[in-house]
Every structure is written in structure tokens, then in C-alpha cells.
């Protein structure tokens, strides 16, 4: 099984090698984190011997975001990311600097994080209305915020949403986003979203 002890053992060439990331909840983070959550993920897999490595983005418009949830992609061969690899420390460097550091570098805004997620949702980013709704605030489209909350978010409480206690959480905190858009309490919205990021860098 892939420990923790293992993934900080592995990466710490990285991180020695670029000042611009750092190790944070289990997640190599490039920085600086400003709206966007960009970073890699080693993973466990049902083989003991190794894990799958991803790169992925987003949004920190969150009480407690998720990476697994984040916009990206799985390194392969899914050969190369074995214990037992021999030049698994070099092939981890190659892998980061030709294939998922550059990707994540060209992701410095919102709107390059809604292109990426264009790209990667099968049915839609329009369709991911949780997740679009607070970044629509941030970017100042509140009439598309607007419509998620009436077509969307009015049908639920937090009691009633699906989901476990952290969706329900997070459900809440829209459904206060939705009351100050209402009211047009654009510092209320800002505030909210600014202590979302700093829990987010916290974090």
C-alpha cells in the first residue's frame, strides 16, 4: 500500500528542483494558489506495488475542496509508477516537467480553469452547476449565478440535498451565496468567497 512516508520520499527531488511547489494535504500545490487549486496527485491503486499520478485543477470557492473532484489528467504508462521501478525517481522528474508542470503553469485564471473544464466534461460544464455557480460570482456573471439558483439550488435545503456532510456543508454555503445575490450584497459574496480561498491555502 502506498504510504505517505513513500510519496514525500519520492517527491522531494521535485521539490527541491522548483521553488514553486510545495507539499500540502497530500498534494504536490504549485504556487501560488490565487482562485485555483493547480497540483498532483499520487494515488493508491488495488495493487499494493503502485499508485496512479494525476494533475489536476480547482476552484477554491469551497468550505473544504475536494482535489478528487478537479479537472485534469492520469500520467501513463501506469507501468512506470511502481515501488519496485528502479528509476522511478527520474521518470517521476521527466513525467512532472514535460507533461503535467507545463500544463498546470498555463493555468493562471478562471477562464483558463472553465476552458479546462470544458474540455474535460463529458456532458457539459453548464451542467455542473455547483461547481459553476460561485464561479460565476468570482468572475461577475451573477445572471448565470442567478439562474442556478432558481432553476437549481431553490429546489433543496441543506437537509434534503444528496449527499454526505461535507456536500450538504458546502450546499449551505451556496444557498447563503444565492440569499446575498438576491440582495445584491456583492461585499457579502466577495467576503464569503475570499474566506473560502484563505481556508483553501490554510488548508
Known amino acids: 500500500m502506498t504510504t505517505m512516508t513513500q510519496i514525500k520520499k519520492v517527491i522531494k527531488p521535485i521539490l527541491e528542483k522548483h521553488n514553486d511547489l510545495a507539499f500540502q494535504g497530500g498534494i504536490v500545490v504549485l504556487k501560488p494558489v490565487h482562485h485555483l487549486v493547480r497540483g498532483i496527485i499520487l494515488d493508491r491503486t488495488s495493487d499494493a506495488t503502485r499508485f496512479s499520478l494525476r494533475w489536476g485543477v480547482i476552484h477554491s470557492f469551497r468550505s473544504s475542496p475536494v482535489f478528487s473532484t478537479g479537472f485534469g489528467a492520469e500520467l501513463f504508462p501506469r507501468m512506470r509508477w511502481s515501488w519496485n521501478n528502479p528509476n522511478l525517481s527520474n521518470d517521476l522528474i521527466r513525467a ?58 431553490s429546489r433543496y435545503t441543506p437537509e434534503t440535498f444528496p449527499g454526505d456532510a461535507e456536500d450538504k456543508a458546502h450546499f449551505a454555503d451556496l444557498k447563503k451565496l444565492c440569499a446575498m445575490l438576491a440582495s445584491d450584497d456583492r461585499k457579502g459574496m466577495a467576503a464569503m468567497l475570499h474566506a473560502f480561498e484563505a481556508e483553501t491555502v490554510k488548508n
Open 96 to 153: 512532472l516537467e514535460t507533461e503535467a508542470l507545463p500544463r498546470l503553469r498555463n493555468i493562471q485564471s478562471l477562464n483558463d480553469y472553465v476552458e479546462l473544464a470544458r474540455q474535460n466534461i463529458l456532458h457539459g460544464w453548464d451542467q455542473q452547476y455547483l461547481r459553476k455557480m460561485p464561479v460565476d460570482i468570482a468572475m461577475g456573471d451573477f445572471d448565470a449565478a442567478r439562474v442556478i439558483c432558481r432553476d437549481v439550488i
